[in-house]
């Protein structure tokens, strides 16, 4: 799409300089097996620029928002939704507001998540209450801590989580009843990683990164 060329090309230099790469409409970062993006999508007559971060040790289909919102989304962004048929100076202004957003708001908070544990203290210091940041629904944020803890191998508090889970899950209602089954057999499995030698868990977790750089990045 013409408009989403001339703003990759527009923000390139910019993304480039902090070793972003481009992929499928997406700027991506690769840092202690988290993935930080930043995409673009038209989905009516707007375009829109997300960031969300992609634990890659989660497993997933397919590049997901889940832990991320729209940058219009925040706190007196400046990268308002941009008109589709915008012109060549209004893409202009609007990729220099889009880099002020991620330099003032965007990239300061994922400073502050540049490691799976700085994630889940993040996680456990404000519980369910991400703010803008995550928009998710608790059952979520769950998720993420089960699979954190799991890959840092904190055993003890991911068995905590493991005993709530399954409640979190059949409360959520916003689920599909196979997306919740699929949550419930990750968990299980999950469980029985618990009680196989460490060995076991980190193969699940390598396994499960090469899967979702394969799927997703490359």
Same mark, same amino acid.
């Given at each position: 799409?013409?408009?989403?060329?001339?703003?990759?090309?527009?923000?390139?230099?910019?993304?480039?300089?902090?070793?972003?790469?481009?992929?499928?409409?997406?700027?991506?970062?690769?840092?202690?097996?988290?993935?930080?993006?930043?995409?673009?999508?038209?989905?009516?007559?707007?375009?829109?620029?997300?960031?969300?971060?992609?634990?890659?040790?989660?497993?997933?289909?397919?590049?997901?928002?889940?832990?991320?919102?729209?940058? %219009?989304?925040?706190?007196?962004?400046?990268?308002?939704?941009?008109?589709?048929?915008?012109?060549?100076?209004?893409?202009?202004?609007?990729?220099?507001?889009?880099?002020?957003?991620?330099?003032?708001?965007?990239?300061?908070?994922?400073?502050?998540?540049?490691?799976?544990?700085?994630l889940v203290n993040v996680v456990e210091q404000k519980g369910y209450s991400t703010g803008p940041f995550f928009l998710c629904i608790p059952v979520q944020i769950s998720r993420l801590e089960m699979f954190s803890y799991?890959?840092?191998?904190?055993?003890?508090?991911?068995?905590?989580?493991?005993?709530?889970?399954?409640?979190?899950?059949?409360? %959520?209602?916003?689920?599909?009843?196979?997306?919740?089954?699929?949550?419930? &057999?990750?968990?299980?499995?999950?469980?029985?990683?618990? &009680?196989?030698?460490?060995?076991?868990?980190?193969?699940?977790?390598?396994?499960?990164?090469?899967?979702?750089?394969?799927?997703?990045?490359?």
């Amino acid at each position: 799409m013409e408009v989403i060329r001339k703003i990759v090309n527009q923000i390139s230099p910019y993304m480039r300089s902090y070793g972003y790469k481009f992929s499928q409409k997406c700027f991506y970062r690769i840092q202690n097996d988290i993935a930080y993006c930043v995409q673009f999508d038209v989905p009516s007559g707007f375009v829109y620029a997300s960031f969300f971060i992609m634990p890659l040790y989660m497993p997933c289909k397919n590049r997901y928002y889940t832990y991320g919102n729209r940058i %219009s989304s925040l706190y007196n962004s400046r990268s308002l939704p941009l008109p589709r048929a915008a012109n060549d100076e209004e893409i202009e202004k609007w990729c220099t507001f889009l880099c002020y957003d991620l330099e003032d708001k965007v990239f300061p908070f994922w400073r502050k998540i540049s490691t799976p544990k700085q994630l889940v203290n993040v996680v456990e210091q404000k519980g369910y209450s991400t703010g803008p940041f995550f928009l998710c629904i608790p059952v979520q944020i769950s998720r993420l801590e089960m699979f954190s803890y799991l890959y840092m191998e904190e055993f003890a508090k991911l068995s905590l989580v493991i005993q709530r889970y399954p409640q979190d899950v059949q409360i %959520s209602n916003s689920l599909t009843q196979t997306i919740r089954n699929s949550y419930l &057999h990750e968990s299980e499995t999950v469980a029985q990683l618990m &009680h196989e030698d460490v060995s076991e868990c980190r193969s699940f977790c390598t396994e499960t990164i090469e899967d979702t750089l394969r799927k997703c990045f490359k």
